[in-house]
């Protein structure tokens, strides 16, 4: 931890203070007293000497001065040799111990690991076997240790690669001190006593000015700090204020000293006297005082903060020395335990811990780091700790709960690194007692009691729920103490536990029956009352509830005793069972029972049950170990009292009942919520399913008869049930609605209860079944109701302590998992789903208990369109289910009890006479049901019967006998068969039919021992008869239907031709205009066979074309003409650095900035996409003004951004919502309207740029006569001799502007907006660089697309997507049209300095060098600028000949380029082939070069070499003029092209008018060609460049990409998690963050790293996009990992991050912490949208979808 480390240090021999300090020290007997006055003497001068720490300085002095002579006096010689001669002789530790950093990966073995707080370091992790195992990846919080080499951590494999080395010799704990000499042991006893105990004392001393008293400084200063501790109540925000206003600073340091207040823990903020100190203070105090206890502040001495600050120096020192030798690790530690004087807690770790909550955050966290490197890694006094921790547990727990830092500047967290080791913990339990402590610890703070002695919450306040929150963290240690079990138990073991047992007794005890409610009648409840917390305290309670029961399974003694004790406190619990509810006698069918009167709907009811709970679980396992039945007698089963047990779950059940048929609307949410809970997968383990178990105990136990009848009542349904024709009376008094409905549903959710008492027998010990069959339902089930993603799954599934649900084991036997790819999105690949495999459909039950309403319904609609997909009855039957254990196997007979019977009866009876009776489907489906369940249990019990035995289960035979006398009502099958013809009862016929055919099928068996009598054949008779007539029925209605069809359609078409004959003729209109028109729309007009050439004299001819197109706001049509009213597209220009060599140009000053030359790095370049929509000009007028009102409306009331930015001319299409900030004119080819006729023939290049040069020189004489007002006219006549005009040349035309206004306004509008955005700049249409910024956004898109087909290998005239086609076509259009509304001289002027850089011309000075123009801008800016010199000359050239010339000049200078840049390897790969034209020709230019280059160049490579690299390098720039011609001039693509296949070199050539040899236009013209070459190559640049100096960019240019991305993403969050804060001094990011496109990691959404920008504090990863995205940026956000994406300040979204797991799904947040690995596809998709420009778009799209993402501060990030 020092900063010079001792070898480094000049060695102290000639330093005689040390010498002279050691020698005193040794021979001192009051080593104490000596040392102390050394550190009087010298800390206060080396430490607190300003108002600002200088870090370095200090801990150099210090390390010289103070700790220097310490390791010389520790080691005896210098520390430089002494301390490696130890760490030799010590042997290296087989624990790791590593403390994680904040933020780093930390992997636990899901099959391995003891509990889910053991792991691994990523190094441990990847030198282990559990790397091959299924594992977990988190993110460390800090503050834990790596676990390896703790065999007690690991059920396998304790030890990595590394560490296993040192294991070979563990011998019995020997004594490390053995290792070190008597005298160095003597001294370092000597100096780690004072030293500690110098440390302790002065980091827990609280006076404020003056120090211990062997501590005072002689003299005195009045030098004070006023010292600001951190809590966790204030914000940022509030502490910068006060700070602001406090000490008067800038916001900037106000943020420093916030940002090291959080950091450390306490920062000075003003150094003076006392008075100028105690001023500072009260501001502070008073400005944070108003709404909660105001900051902390303390005004101190600056020598006791001094020794504050090398007391924490002092302890990490130790923490570091104590590294060199296990030796000295142990007698740290027996410093630190040793009892003090005082006795009980005197020792100094005692004292550390005691004033743990005094202590700040930098103190408490470097004194827990010494405890982990020390006490912790020594095994031996680690117990001795453990111990000292339990005994002050209470108080130390009590100090967190008042603390106002959280848990993990807690010593309180320590626990987790004690109560997790099993030895200890066992220890702990038996000597200390540590269960009863901890569960008394949590009943202290829960004082609130009602008058029953229950919790009793209060309304929820922020502080209350703080406390509760801090309250909890002590389940967190009940369960860390329990989540290892025990294997092999000692009397002393089973009677703690046991104590402990009866303390969580009287915890749950407090719980039973807590947050009573009572019905609201009449009016609705006026304030929800408080549930949140008693479910919150349930819910922490799940897992130890469960842990408690798995304990007690382990040892057959204590599940007894646990068993009594749950029992006894029921009793208690219920020991005011019956007072005041007077007893009431029922009876139906001849049984009567005695119960007490008591309706749910009238008295108190509670939801929270944990006792009977318990008792349930522990009776469960009564059956489950078969204690049951080998010690009886030692069980109080004769005592209990069934009724008794099932009242208060029965009363809960009929709670979620009657709120289901919606008696209890009036009592507001926080009901509902709580029976949401009840059932909910994180609740249900330890409520829902255990109240279910509690009735099985209950009904297993008693006559079901008396049960039906006690629940009947319990129902509120007996009076209906008892009384004969209730239901008919019900129906014909016309009574409520509402009743009639709730009755209705009461009775369907009794029915559903019994359904689910028979039925649920999937928990081992209820029945015969083991805990994977009880898992592998739960997921048949889920799946039925659809596939599940594996998360959507595991989230559906209860998880155990260990935080796993025990899926993977048993998810292949019921489930494939399969791939899907969501349509319309192709490159993504979906995530896998789990689908049930066909054979476990026959498992589905519909009444299964965990579905919720809607899932069954969706279950059911799921199973039955299975069954009619593969041609099945669509019957649900009840599933076969496996026996009951024995001491629930007389739960079945519920199903064959009278009391059953009659119910069964009864509604059957409804349902036969349907229209005398309130009586429902789902009812009579549940009933058949039940009957399907009693059949099939007939069935198994037949099946699996004994020779000799009687089966007793006889309901077959019940069903098929009539009722009793006196009304001789029908048997029930009887009632069946009536009902399977009911045509009111459609869907229930295949399950009666089923229900006939069981039964039929168990009368079989019944009489297979005797011969089949009569009613047998009856029986198969009827049922036969019924299917014939099923069949027939079928038929019929088929046939009526068919005909119903028949008769529709042909009045259908009847009606069709009526409208045809009296609308004649316009559909022959129709007709004729769709021929036209789809004329008009094909898009390659027809064109003979001849070659196809895209510019020049021999341009091929295309027939004009007109193009009709629609507004989508007025939907009127309209053609495209030169004369008629502007059509615009909706259009985004943004700035760009997609194709960007060199992102860190930056512009200085845009106002001076000429960008007429386009550097070939593209550092920045103007992108212009459009959607593709087409308006009117004045409706995208109208719109747009309409957006800007409304925006004006918004911003007062509501001050939210929207997705678009209206002040900077941002809108969304009308149509698509796309976000746009312009609109592009329509227009028809420019250069039709143009071009004159040609006269005469065409001159060559040579001729063309020597009479263009003329023109040029012509225009500059008369450009500077106009700028010299003429002083004598004769001096100006002269001049006019001189000026010879060319001929034809007339430089005083201007042409007329052939656009209507409104097409002109909207050219001047795009330009204007393409000037502004590209430039950064206040529009300004009079700018003369506003063409040049057109010209430079047409070529950048033409490049950018072009450079995607590439990437994507698409041919370059393939179908492009309509929009960008649209796009490119009217983009170029109007670049080439906008001449005309601009100045003409402006536009002259850019052309002659363009030409100027290719045809030198003395008036030009500072022109770029050929190597630094990219030639494609150079090209589109000549061409489109030339028309405005080419109007003014009359003498015939025409416009193509200058197109074809100008194209034919750049291309030669884009080979120079590509021949002076290229670095072929010399000879590489000699071609045997003889050379060809191309490569004579090639060579002989080469050679041309290296003459005007005055042999700089190279030598002479192959001709092969240096051809193919031509080739190669003028492809893109090839490509993009093909693109740019066959839009400008509107001549279709050559077939050959539009396919993708080999390079079209030649093809291109053709289209292009080039010669296939491009070395040919050297020779066609080389006497001027000569001349442009020596010129282009004589200039300075190019000279530097071949002599090394710099260097200029190669062609072809490499493609951008994003950065490459490790394959696993802990790699990632490792590199992440060793990045510091750049400015905070070596902090840790908190939110580090990484650039996609440069691969920069920021330190985002923090205040240490925000910058200023643009008068606005922007945090890092917006300044970052201005830098490297030119505004746009796309980062991964490492610890979450989420892709986030900006654009400018106000834009933003989160995006899917590129890694999956692997069942295919992402995990933001990192929640699951499964493995990730790339994913390819999606990473391709993110760089897609980067090259494709859409980034911006994407997000304007997720805005709008997602209303929360306008609200974030994108800008802080």
């Not at 646990?562 to 029922?586: R, S």
């Not at 649900?876 to 496996?882: I, Q, S």
């Not at 299917?1027 to 009045?1051: G, H, P, S, T």
Request: with cysteine; aromatic share 8%; net charge negative.
């Amino acid at each position: 931890m020092f900063t010079t480390c001792c070898s480094c240090r000049p060695t102290d021999k000639g330093n005689p203070n040390h010498s002279h300090n050691i020698r005193k020290w040794l021979q001192s007997t009051d080593l104490t007293r000596e040392v102390y006055q050394h550190l009087a003497h010298y800390v206060p001068k080396i430490y607190c000497r300003g108002p600002n720490p200088f870090p370095q300085r200090e801990d150099m002095l210090a390390q010289l001065v103070l700790l220097g002579p310490m390791e010389w006096y520790i080691c005896g010689e210098d520390p430089a040799f002494g301390f490696p001669k130890l760490e030799q002789a010590n042997k290296p530790s087989h624990l790791c111990g590593r403390v994680f950093k904040v933020g780093e990966p930390t992997y636990s073995c899901r099959d391995c690991a003891v509990d889910p707080t053991c792991v691994l370091c990523m190094e441990c992790f990847l030198g282990s076997i559990h790397r091959d195992h299924r594992y977990r990846m988190t993110t460390s919080g800090g503050g834990g240790f790596c676990d390896c080499g703790d065999t007690e951590a690991w059920k396998e494999g304790p030890y990595c690669e590394k560490h296993k080395l040192n294991t070979s010799e563990i011998e019995e704990e020997e004594d490390p001190l053995i290792h070190l000499p008597e005298d160095v042991i003597t001294r370092t006893y000597n100096i780690f006593a004072t030293m500690f105990h110098y440390a302790v004392e002065i980091l827990t001393w609280e006076k404020e000015s003056e120090l211990p008293a062997d501590l005072e400084m002689v003299e005195k200063t009045d030098t004070y700090y006023c010292m600001l501790f951190n809590d966790e109540v204030h914000t940022y925000e509030q502490v910068i204020y006060t700070l602001q206003k406090a000490v008067n600073c800038t916001q900037k340091e106000a943020i420093g000293f916030a940002t090291t207040v959080d950091r450390d823990g306490r920062r000075s903020v003003r150094y003076g006297d006392f008075a100028y100190c105690e001023q500072a203070k009260s501001v502070i105090v008073r400005n944070t005082s108003r709404q909660t206890k105001p900051l902390k502040v303390q005004v101190m001495h600056s020598s006791i903060v001094a020794h504050q600050n090398f007391g924490l120096k002092l302890l990490s020192w130790l923490g570091s020395v104590i590294g060199y030798s296990d030796g000295l690790r142990r007698i740290l530690c027996q410093v630190g335990l040793q009892e003090g004087p005082d006795g009980e807690n005197s020792s100094l770790v005692d004292r550390l811990m005691l004033n743990d909550s005094k202590l700040w955050k930098g103190a408490r966290s470097v004194y827990h780091q010494l405890f982990m490197s020390s006490l912790l890694m020594d095994l031996k006094y680690k117990k001795l700790f453990a111990v000292r921790f339990a005994k002050n547990y209470e108080r130390l727990q009590s100090d967190y709960v008042t603390d106002d830092h959280d848990r993990e500047f807690s010593v309180a967290d320590l626990s987790v690194q004690i109560f997790t080791v099993p030895s200890l913990a066992r220890m702990l339990i038996t000597e200390e007692n540590l269960l009863t402590i901890i569960i008394k610890t949590f009943m202290d703070h829960l004082r609130h009691r009602d008058a029953q002695g229950r919790f009793q919450f209060e309304r929820y306040t922020a502080l209350q729920a703080f406390k509760f929150r801090r309250v909890q963290s002590l389940i967190l240690d009940l369960k860390y103490v329990l989540i290892s079990k025990p294997t092999e138990w000692s009397d002393d073991l089973r009677q703690k536990f046991l104590e402990g047992f009866d303390a969580f007794l009287e915890l749950l005890k407090c719980m039973q029956g807590m947050d009573p409610v009572t019905r609201q009648v009449g009016q609705h409840i006026e304030m929800e009352p408080e549930w949140e917390a008693a479910f919150t305290l349930q819910m922490k309670l799940t897992h130890v509830i469960s842990m408690m029961q798995d304990w007690c399974a382990l040892d057959e003694k204590v599940l007894i005793e646990a068993y009594k004790k749950c029992l006894a406190v029921l009793m208690q619990c219920h020991g005011g069972f019956t007072d005041g509810e007077q007893p009431v006698t029922l009876s139906i069918c001849g049984h009567s029972v005695e119960t007490i009167r008591y309706c749910v709907s009238q008295e108190k009811v509670s939801i929270h049950l944990p006792i009977s709970r318990l008792l349930a679980g522990l009776h469960v396992l009564l059956s489950k170990s078969e204690v049951a039945y080998k010690f009886p007698e030692l069980l109080p089963l004769s005592e209990l009292s069934p009724p008794m047990l099932i009242e208060h779950p029965l009363r809960c059940l009929v709670l979620c009942a009657q709120v289901h048929a919606g008696m209890w609307r009036r009592n507001g949410f926080s009901l509902v919520n709580q029976i949401y809970y009840y059932h909910n997968v994180k609740c249900r383990r330890e409520m829902f399913d255990k109240d279910i178990i509690m009735l099985q105990t209950g009904v297993s136990m008693m006559d079901p008869n008396h049960f039906l009848m006690i629940m009947l009542s319990r129902f509120e349904l007996y009076q209906i049930f008892s009384t004969p024709d209730y239901g008919k009376r019900l129906s014909s008094e016309i009574t409520h609605k509402d009743v009639v409905q709730q009755n209705n549903t009461l009775i369907e959710e009794m029915l559903y209860l019994i359904i689910m008492l028979v039925g649920e027998r999937f928990s081992p010990g209820v029945g015969q079944v083991n805990a994977t069959d009880e898992i592998k339902r739960e997921i048949i089930h889920q799946l039925s109701i659809k596939p599940m993603a594996h998360s959507e799954l595991v989230k559906s599934l209860p998880e155990d302590e260990n935080k796993e649900t025990g899926m993977e084991s048993v998810i292949e036997a019921v489930a494939h998992f399969k791939t899907f790819f969501p349509p319309r999105k192709p490159g993504l690949t979906g995530r896998g789903m789990y689908e049930l495999k066909p054979e476990c459909a026959k498992e589905f039950n519909l009444y299964f208990y965990h579905f919720s309403r809607a899932e069954q319904s969706k279950a059911e609609e799921a199973q039955r369109k299975l069954k009619r997909q593969n041609r099945e009855d669509t019957a649900l039957p009840p599933p076969v289910l496996p026996p009951f254990c024995p001491l629930f196997a007389s739960l079945v007979n519920i199903l064959q009890s009278d009391v059953m019977l009659y119910i069964i009866r009864t509604i059957l009876h409804w349902a036969v006479e349907h229209n005398g009776y309130a009586w429902s489907e789902s009812m009579l489906q549940r009933v058949l049901h039940l009957i399907g369940m009693a059949l099939q249990e007939e069935k198994q019990h037949l099946e699996n019967v004994m020779e000799e035995h009687v089966v007793t289960f006889t309901f077959a035979q019940k069903i098929s006998k009539p009722g009793e006398a006196p009304n001789n009502s029908p048997s029930i099958l009887a009632m069946l068969e009536t009902l399977q013809n009911a045509p009111y009862l459609e869907v229930h016929k295949d399950m009666i039919r089923w229900i006939l055919k069981t039964f039929n099928a168990i009368k079989k068996m019944r009489e297979s021992s005797s011969a089949s009598s009569v009613a047998e054949t009856e029986g198969t008779i009827t049922e036969e008869s019924s299917r014939d007539k099923d069949k027939a029925e079928r038929k019929r209605k088929a046939e009526i239907a068919r005909l119903r069809r028949e008769k529709v359609m042909a009045q259908m078409s009847e009606m069709q031709r009526n409208f045809i004959d009296e609308n004649k003729d316009l559909f022959q209109q129709t007709v004729a205009e769709e021929a036209s028109n789809s004329a008009v729309l094909d898009n390659s007009p027809m064109v003979s066979d001849t070659t196809l050439t895209a510019l020049g004299p021999e341009q091929t001819q295309v027939p004009k074309q007109r193009q009709f197109v629609t507004c989508i706001l007025c939907q009127e049509e309209q053609e495209v003409k030169v004369e008629s009213k502007a059509m615009v597209l909706a259009a985004f220009v943004q700035r760009s650095t997609v194709l960007s060599k060199n992102r860190n140009k930056v512009i200085q000053d845009p106002e001076k900035y000429d960008p007429l030359f386009m550097h070939p790095d593209l550092s920045c370049g103007t992108h212009t996409g459009s959607c593709g929509h087409v308006m009117h000009a004045h409706c995208w007028q109208r719109y747009f003004d309409s957006v800007q009102a409304k925006e004006q409306r918004r911003q007062q009331r509501l001050r939210l951004h929207t997705s678009y930015d209206v002040e900077n001319g941002e809108f969304l299409c009308p149509l698509c919502e796309c976000l746009s900030n312009t609109v592009i004119p329509l227009l028809l080819p420019p250069r039709n309207i143009f071009n004159k006729l040609n006269f005469s023939d065409q001159p060559n290049l040579t001729q063309w740029i020597r009479t263009i040069s003329q023109q040029i020189k012509a225009l500059q004489i008369l450009r500077k006569e106009e700028s010299i007002p003429n002083i004598a006219s004769s001096k100006n006549s002269e001049n006019m001799d001189e000026l010879q005009l060319p001929e034809g040349f007339r430089p005083d035309f201007h042409p007329k502007n052939p656009y209507s206004d409104s097409i002109k306004e909207m050219l001047t509008t795009f330009g204007t907006a393409t000037y502004k955005v590209g430039l950064k700049v206040h529009p300004n249409e009079e700018d003369p660089r506003v063409p040049i910024m057109c010209w430079g956004s047409c070529a950048y898109t033409i490049q950018s697309i072009e450079r995607i087909l590439s990437d994507e290998d698409k041919p370059l005239f393939g179908p492009l997507p309509c929009r960008l086609d649209d796009c490119l076509r009217s983009l170029t259009r109007f670049a080439a049209a906008h001449w005309t509304v601009a100045l003409l001289s402006v536009v002259q002027g850019h052309f002659c300095k363009l030409f100027a850089s290719l045809v030198p011309n003395d008036n030009y000075g500072d022109l770029p060098c050929i190597l630094d123009i990219d030639m494609f801008h150079l090209l589109v800016g000549l061409v489109l600028a030339f028309p405005a010199l080419q109007c003014q000359d009359f003498s015939g050239i025409s416009l193509g000949t200058g197109d074809l010339h100008i194209f034919h000049l750049v291309t030669m200078a884009h080979i120079i380029q590509i021949l002076l840049t290229s670095c072929t390897e010399e000879n590489g790969m000699d071609q045997e082939t003889p050379a060809g034209e191309e490569e004579l020709a090639v060579l002989a230019l080469y050679k041309t070069l290296r003459q005007c280059t005055g042999s700089a160049l190279k030598e002479i490579p192959s001709g092969w070499h240096l051809w193919r690299s031509v080739r190669a390098g003028i492809m893109p720039f090839l490509k993009c003029s093909a693109l740019f011609f066959h839009y400008l001039n509107g001549v279709p693509s050559p077939p050959e092209i539009q396919v993708s296949g080999t390079s079209h070199f030649e093809h291109l050539c053709n289209y292009l008018s080039l010669p296939n040899n491009l070395i040919c236009l050297f020779q066609e013209n080389s006497e001027i060609t000569k001349l442009l070459v020596e010129s282009w190559c004589q200039h300075i640049e190019v000279k530097r460049y071949l002599e090394g100096e710099r260097d200029a960019i190669s062609y072809p240019r490499e493609s951008n990409k994003l950065i490459d991305l490790p394959e696993d993403y802990s790699s990632l969050i490792n590199q992440a998690s060793n990045f510091s804060c750049p400015k905070s001094g070596g902090d840790k990011s908190r939110t580090p963050t990484l650039c996609l496109v440069c691969g920069t990691l920021l330190c985002s959404h923090s205040y240490c790293c925000q910058t200023e920008l643009e008068g606005e504090d922007v945090g890092a990863c917006t300044a970052h996009t201005y830098s490297c995205g030119s505004g746009v940026g796309i980062f991964l956000r490492v610890r979450e990992c989420q892709v986030l994406y900006l654009a400018g300040k106000t834009k933003g979204c989160f995006y899917s991050p590129p890694y999956l797991d692997d069942y295919g799904e992402t995990d933001q947040g990192l929640r699951r912490g499964n493995p990730l690995h790339l994913c390819k596809e999606r990473f391709k998709k993110i760089q897609k949208l980067w090259h494709q420009h859409s980034i911006t778009e994407e997000i304007g799209h997720a805005q709008e979808a997602n209303q929360t993402l306008v609200g974030i501060d994108w800008q802080h990030l």
